[in-house]
């Protein structure tokens, strides 16, 4: 009894008529302006022109541009039509003709009247434009702005059945009208050759003709009749053929159909139609973009398919030959090969997609378990597929189509290769695995031929040598007898490998995770495929052979290696790869198929590569300093260091990407090659003088130049140094002549200074002499001699001591510059004490003190106040018998900062006391008043803040002199 349990298939077919290429839709989520288009043009620079219901936009290939006209009535355009000299012609509802020219839309003509609120269609040739619509043609000459109306309507009622639009083929402009097709010449148009007789007739209201021209020149008419299907002729030896219409195209409404590749690409309402003329048959190719409503398309010189939608933005078909096979919204994990034309798609739900090739069927292979599949390997001597998921594994009978579940499962298998009909090798999370498989059922775990206890990722059987490839977390092992593991390395070093494959020569060739691709010989690496001589990135996602070429998909891209002639080819987004995260790569005839671990891709290995094309490139900005310069022939950088940025670009889907740059200034730099993509230069600094930008593309020699003049900056120019060294010497001089003038001011200042200071000393012993004149001392001796005498000896001991104190404080303070006040209203304190005995006590006074004075802080010049209260005694109150009263205030302004001092006395004031003065011959002349005075007009000339000295005389109320009030203000900064 067989040990396996049979599970028989359930499947169903389903036919992929609708295998989508790849597209890449452009609409406003990525900066398309509107998502409603009409038509649209590609001119000879390779800028896309788009009519939108925002106005007439253009795109090259990175970014759009708007343009606008202030006259402009209403947002929408139609009927872009490019002329020979570039000019984008185009037109709106309201009849307002525009052309766009240089980076401006220009308003041409305005035919509100003409046309009333209809639409037309526009062609022009070098000298005319012409503005048809159903009812008349306009003809503008493009020189003088005349027009000339050809009515072939009499009113809208008036069908005709063969008008067609305006079209031009082979530099002519061409018409359908009056059952000919007619063409303009000269300001006219001219019947050529008359419309097929079965055109159709009026009562079916057809559209307008839509004339049409192939690659080989040959002429069509499609005439859409409402209904029932199209009309579509085609002439041949001057004659009208009829072609057969399949029923698909049956109320298809087309809008702008056009010839690309000598198939008809017919934009509808419903997508694309694509037919081929196979024995004057129109048969179906195609069917792209179902669910759209498109409105017109075109080749571009990059072989993209660029086609407008009513609702969806852009779409570019940047490759038909990779297609997306439907597989009904399923996560694809694996792929394999069965026989010649069929392909195994492993699923993430654990069910498997059987499809053939050929008949473009698929066959779904439903599992018992619902285990995402992880790898699958075909044994094609026994017609069986061994499938492995996460942790079931089951053996597909392609005979029967049959399924068993193998009960000693292998668990987390990533690859699997078939020795011979009775034994695998496998990698799992866990395990490499050398295993037998009787009776389609695997060894149990004690029985396996080998197993080792490590993480693998990839096998690979080498049926010529027998050996056998595992793949390992710490690097790439082989072995011939199931027990020696052997290390293959690399200059010292293992191989971390992701995937395995073998060429029709017996080499190995080993992806690596980050390290490119090695090709092994006898075990032996051999050689080292890297980003160095041509991978797009050394992180290789996937590998297989074919033939003689290697297909490899990188992360930057998917590329087929030549093994003999060493060139890669490669293939990016830009060229329909939708996604470079390939888990596998099977060929199968003339196609490969690739899967994501969210779709299955279909590739013709012959057709996907596009043919080489340079692109036209050009100058976009020169910004310096910061600032875009407007366009001009010699650009001025003011200085040498000033930052300046050269931009560029190449149009297209690919544009700069399918070519790579070069730069350098003439004569200074060598060439230098930008990394791809890139589309500026960026200079710091740029040499002095006439300077010359070349950029070339490498694969051709045309360089495109730019002039600047660089100025030198002023600071480096000969007449600045000159200017420089002049003033320097001149500086130079001026400092020495300076220099000798300020020390011989310093000289003079100091030989002042010492002047004043010997006035100042000289005024300190007049002051000294004042305060210790005869009068005093003899008073003041006397008074002692009167104390003795009186035997007063504690009286007379007394005023001694007060007196050679008072005399030790004027010699010690007539040496200082400046004392505290407390020192001297100390020494005013002791000389009062000795005049009031002098006075034989009729002298009363009082010495008032701010108190918010600090007396130790505050200083004033010695000797300095003393003479103030000298003068009030000896002329003021001198002469009074009785009631003789002084007053000495010292006070604070704080505002100003500035000790104030009052000295206050109740005597006969000066007028008086200058009249007794007068009077006395051998008057005691005082040198007091005159040395201070002397002094303060010293103290001032070194002060900033000046010392003043008022003098007030005292008046009672009948206006008689009763004393005299000196105030003095020392500023304290």
């Known amino acids: 009894m067989r040990r396996f349990l049979y599970i028989f298939l359930f499947f169903y077919v389903a036919f992929l008529n609708a295998q989508e290429p790849v597209r890449i839709i452009i609409d406003e989520k990525v900066g398309l302006p509107s998502n409603e288009i009409y038509a649209i043009e590609e001119d000879s620079k390779g800028f896309i022109w788009l009519a939108t219901n925002k106005g007439l936009q253009r795109y090259d290939g990175t970014t759009f541009k708007s343009y606008k006209h202030p006259e402009q009535r209403g947002l929408s355009m139609f009927e872009p039509f490019i002329d020979d000299e570039d000019r984008v ?104 050759f008359k419309l097929p007789e079965n055109i159709s007739s009026v009562e079916l209201r057809p559209s307008p003709i839509q004339l049409l021209q192939d690659e080989e020149s040959h002429l069509f008419i499609l005439q859409q009749v409402k209904n029932t299907k199209p009309k579509v002729f085609k002439r041949v030896d001057n004659q009208w053929i009829e072609l057969e219409v399949p029923a698909v195209f049956k109320n298809a409404n087309i809008t702008m159909p056009r010839f690309i590749d000598n198939r008809l690409w017919c934009p509808t309402n419903k997508g694309i139609l694509v037919f081929a003329i196979i024995e004057n048959k129109l048969v179906l190719n195609a069917k792209y973009l179902e669910n759209f409503y498109t409105t017109d398309l075109f080749k571009d010189t990059d072989h993209n398919i660029w086609v407008s939608t009513l609702r969806k933005g852009l779409i570019v078909l940047p490759n038909i030959y990779v297609e997306k096979i439907n597989i009904n919204n399923e996560l694809p994990k694996r792929l394999e090969k069965i026989g010649e034309n069929q392909l195994l798609i492993g699923l993430e739900s654990g069910n498997a997609i059987l499809f053939d090739v050929t008949t473009n069927t698929q066959t779904i292979v439903e599992f018992a378990t619902s285990s995402a599949i992880t790898a699958m390997t075909h044994n094609e001597i026994t017609n069986q597929t061994f499938v492995f998921q996460k942790i079931h594994n089951y053996t597909l009978y392609h005979n029967d189509l049959s399924i068993s579940k193998n009960e000693n499962k292998l668990t987390s298998v990533k690859d699997a290769a078939v020795v011979n009909k009775d034994t695998i090798i496998a990698a799992s999370s866990g395990s490499l695995i050398v295993t037998t498989v009787k009776n389609n059922q695997s060894s149990s775990l004690k029985k396996h031929l080998f197993d080792k206890k490590q993480r693998g990722y990839s096998v690979l059987y080498d049926l010529t040598t027998r050996t056998k490839y595992f793949a390992a977390v710490d690097g790439l092992y082989y072995t011939k007898n199931n027990t020696d593991l052997k290390l293959v390395t690399y200059q010292e070093s293992p191989l971390l490998v992701k995937k395995l494959a073998q060429d029709i020569n017996g080499n190995i060739w080993a992806a690596t995770f980050k390290n490119g691709i090695f090709k092994i010989e006898n075990n032996k690496v051999t050689q080292h495929l890297n980003t160095q001589n041509g991978l797009t990135s050394n992180v290789i996602n996937a590998l297989t052979v074919d033939d003689n070429h290697l297909w490899i998909a990188t992360e930057n891209g998917l590329q087929r290696y030549d093994i003999n002639d060493h060139n890669f080819k490669s293939l990016k987004a830009q060229d329909g790869i939708p996604s470079f995260s390939i888990i596998d790569i099977i060929v199968v005839g003339d196609h490969i198929y690739i899967n994501t671990s969210q779709e299955v891709f279909k590739i013709d290995k012959k057709m996907v590569f596009k043919p080489a094309v340079i692109p036209e490139y050009y100058f976009t900005k020169v910004i ?55 589309n500026s230069v960026q200079f710091a600094s740029l040499p002095v003088g006439d300077v010359t930008f070349q950029l070339k593309q490498s694969e051709s020699d045309i360089i495109k130049e730019l002039s600047f003049e660089v100025k030198q900056v002023f600071y480096k120019t000969l007449w600045f140094w000159t200017i420089v060294v002049s003033t320097l010497i001149a500086g130079i001089i001026l400092y020495y002549r300076s220099l000798l003038r300020f020390r011989e001011s310093e000289k003079n200042k100091q030989l002042r200074k010492l002047v004043l200071d010997n006035e100042l000393v000289s005024l300190r012993l007049e002051n000294l002499r004042s305060q210790m004149n005869p009068h005093f001392i003899f008073n003041a001796l006397n008074s002692i001699q009167e104390y003795i005498v009186s035997n007063e000896k504690n009286l007379a001991s007394s005023y001694l001591v007060k007196f050679s104190r008072l005399i030790r404080m004027y010699l010690e303070q007539s040496r200082e510059n400046q004392i505290s006040l407390k020192e001297e209203i100390h020494a005013m304190q002791l000389y009062l004490e000795l005049e009031k005995v002098r006075f034989e006590d009729k002298l009363n006074y009082e010495i008032n003190v701010d108190s918010s004075l600090h007396l130790e802080n505050v200083k004033v010049p010695p000797l300095f106040i003393q003479p103030y209260v000298e003068n009030a005694i000896k002329h003021g109150l001198l002469h009074k018998k009785t009631d003789r009263r002084l007053e000495v205030n010292f006070d604070r302004d704080v505002l100003n900062n500035t000790l104030t001092i009052c000295v206050k006395d109740n005597g006969i004031g000066r007028e008086q006391a200058a009249v007794i003065k007068a009077e006395r011959v051998n008057y005691h002349k005082s040198f007091a008043t005159y040395a201070n005075n002397e002094r303060v007009e010293l103290l001032n000339r070194k002060r900033k803040e000046k010392i003043s000295v008022e003098i007030q005389d005292l008046q009672a109320d009948k206006g008689t002199a009763c004393g005299t009030c000196v105030c003095i203000s020392i500023p304290q900064h």
């Open 89 to 192: 012609w185009c037109m709106n509802i309201s009849g307002q003709i525009f052309y766009a020219q240089k980076d401006e839309l220009i308003l041409f003509a305005d035919l509100k009247d003409d046309l009333n609120g209809s639409l037309a269609s526009i062609v022009a040739n070098d000298d005319y434009l012409i503005v048809s619509m159903y009812l008349r043609n306009i003809i503008i000459d493009l020189k003088s702005k005349e027009k000339q109306i050809e009515l072939f309507r009499s009113d809208n009622y008036d069908i005709s059945t063969d008008y067609g639009l305006n079209k031009k083929h082979n530099d002519g402009l061409y018409q359908t009208l009056d059952h000919h097709v007619r063409q303009f010449k000269d300001g006219s148009f001219y019947k050529v």
């Open 624 to 678: 310096v300093d910061g600032k875009k310069q407007p366009e001009q022939d010699i650009y001025v950088i003011p200085n040498p260091e000033t930052s300046t940025t050269i931009g560029f670009n190449a149009n297209g889907l690919r544009g700069l990407s399918s070519s790579t740059y070069k730069y350098r200034i003439k004569d200074h730099t060598d060439w230098t090659q930008l990394q791809q993509g890139n």
